[in-house]
């Protein structure tokens, strides 16, 4: 078996609504307001790609060499890049100067594990991805690395988004493979105190993912 992944895996994107789905079916995970990275692991060295493709790897060489950590010898990682503010919540405004800077408060929380050591993990259940991605990132012991917790409350978990002005959630079916393309197993919802603070970006980029 190759233990060499894929150059680039085009991201799977939740479909958007305004009604969190309930039942047991599904985790909610809460959506960080960042850019989508895609981090390839190939042996000592790192690539970092944005939703597109583009290849980030020489803006960021601080954040890539130190994910070189991540303790396998080949992966592909998707998760959200961020910038804190001081209370903690992520704070686009500030991403872009953050990467020209390849500054070190720069964060990478990430939410699925798509291959490992050559094995491809996109036809396994999300629940199984997750697990696999939590020992991985447990192990990995990288501070700028997180893994993106998921909750079975759905409600719950939105209402705290809604009281600290976080993006939204999205909601994945537990069972769900990992497909490239707009997934409805993947269902977005934004928060009323976040579409009020950005009703630009709300307006311009409703619908991309």
Same mark, same amino acid.
Not at 174 to 179: A, G, H, N, T, V
């Given at each position: 078996m190759s233990a060499s992944p894929p150059k680039f895996i085009p991201p799977c994107r939740p479909t958007s609504g305004t009604r969190l789905p309930k039942g047991g079916a599904w985790l909610h995970e809460p959506k960080l307001d960042g850019y989508r990275l895609q981090i390839v692991k190939e042996r000592v060295q790192v690539r970092l790609h944005s939703r597109g493709g583009h290849d980030w790897t020489r803006r960021m060489p601080c954040l890539a060499e130190a994910l070189q950590g991540v303790p396998c010898s080949s992966a592909v990682l998707d998760g959200e890049l961020i910038m804190h503010d001081r209370r903690g919540r992520p704070y686009f405004n500030g991403l872009s100067a953050a990467i020209a800077r390849d500054a070190p408060e720069l964060t990478v929380y990430v939410f699925d594990l798509l291959h490992r050591d050559g094995a491809d993990l996109r036809p396994l259940p999300l629940k199984e991805r997750r697990r696999e991605l939590a020992n991985l990132v447990g192990r990995a012991k990288i501070p700028c690395l997180h893994l993106v917790e998921a909750f079975d409350d759905g409600a719950a978990l939105f209402r705290w988004c809604e009281v /600290? #002005?976080? #993006?939204?959630?999205? =909601? !994945?079916?537990?069972? =769900?493979? /990992? !497909? =490239?393309? #707009?997934? !409805?197993?993947?269902? !977005?919802v934004k928060t009323s105190a976040w579409r009020e603070a950005n009703r630009e970006r709300w307006r311009l980029f409703e619908g991309r993912g």
């Open positions: /600290y #002005e976080l #993006e939204g959630i999205v =909601s !994945k079916r537990r069972d =769900s493979s /990992y !497909k =490239s393309g #707009e997934c !409805k197993a993947w269902r !977005k």
